[in-house]
């Protein structure tokens, strides 16, 4: 089982995700790395896809990953993985249109 999937609890048909106060930090680092193997690439793509730069793709990659346990996603409960993957695609998508925001860019 992933580790990822190890932190979510079995409620009826639906998986729900712990809070993070509950869980460990060796816990937050498993999940983290988990997402991380599992979406950064389709993160990443959509990164490209909006940004059109290999470089400012990478920065939105990296920035989203580092950002995941301060963003307070897992205090966000996720009904499934695939809840998961949609929140990460939506903040990629919000993170591209911040930095085209900035007028240095």
Known sequence: ??????????????ATIVGKSAL??????????????KYGDTVYLVALNQTRSSADA???SQDIF???PSLDALETTFTNEGH????????????CHDLHRHPWK
């Open 1 to 14: 089982s992933s580790a990822a999937s190890d932190v979510y609890k079995r409620q009826g048909k639906e």
């Open 24 to 37: 460990t930090i060796q816990e937050r680092k498993a999940f983290i790395r988990d997402a991380l193997d």
């Open 58 to 60: 990478e920065d939105v």
């Open 66 to 68: 580092t950002r995941l």
């Open 84 to 95: 998961l993957k949609r929140w990460l695609i939506r903040v990629t998508l919000n993170a």
